[in-house]
């Protein structure tokens, strides 16, 4: 007989979440700890049992405190008159950085791709050099290529396959375009099926994502 929870012994309920320290069921609240031989059994079970975590992530996170958000809140009045945040049309550099870093660029890939010095991404980043707005814009346009183009051609063949699989590059290059970038599509291709393509899509956004050598491998 299993020993694995699919269901809540307390309400029978079928949402049942199995992490690193905890088995908990998401409709009632019980749960079982990591110490516990229940636990223990559980995950034995599951075939997760290798894993031997003294602080989970997930354990750190949850046990941020409730203000964590006002850590990392605050007003314009707090910044400088002349702060690129107070300027409606300019990027900051922590927002410059965030975009470069969504899109899987490195910043001499980017700063190939804008024509410019790596030396000039890199002050704009640290914040030594105002980030253009047009620089902003082309940013935009790459993020919009990405999700409307890139994005939506690898969902809609996702959608057209058999038990789909998406392949990757593990490293350098494909097409032009850095392994980092290939990483980063993932997410849009998950987000394109969720957003665009109904009950199929949701379903499938689960897809299972290989390096293309995994496939290589294997012929």
Not at 1 to 7: E, P
Not at 76 to 103: I, K, V, Y
Not at 119 to 130: L, Y
Not at 143 to 155: E, G, K, L, P, Q
Request: proline share 7%.
């Amino acid at each position: 007989m299993s020993k694995q929870f699919v269901s809540c012994p307390q309400c029978s309920g079928e949402y049942i979440a199995t992490n690193y320290y905890q088995v908990r069921c998401r409709s009632c609240g019980w749960s079982i700890q990591a110490p516990d031989p229940l636990y223990l059994a559980h995950v034995e079970d599951r075939g997760t049992s290798m894993l031997d975590v003294d602080e989970p992530v997930v354990g750190a996170i949850e046990a941020l405190p409730e203000d964590f958000g006002a850590s990392l809140t605050t007003t314009r009045d707090a910044l400088p008159a002349g702060h690129p945040a107070n300027n409606p049309s300019l990027a900051t550099a922590a927002e410059f950085r965030h975009r470069r870093e969504q899109l899987g660029f490195s910043a001499e890939f980017l700063a190939d791709g804008l024509g410019v010095a790596l030396k000039t991404v890199q002050r704009w980043e640290n914040g030594h050099r105002p980030v253009p707005s047009g620089v902003i814009d082309v940013m935009d346009e790459i993020n919009n290529a990405t999700y409307y183009v890139a994005a939506a051609r690898c969902a809609e063949h996702l959608l057209k396959t058999p038990d789909p699989v998406m392949m990757i590059p593990r490293s350098g290059s494909f097409l032009g375009f850095p392994a980092s970038w290939y990483r980063a599509l993932v997410e849009l291709v998950r987000d394109t099926l969720r957003l665009e393509h109904g009950e199929q899509g949701l379903r499938l956004s689960g897809f299972p994502v290989v390096y293309f050598d995994d496939v290589e491998e294997q012929k």
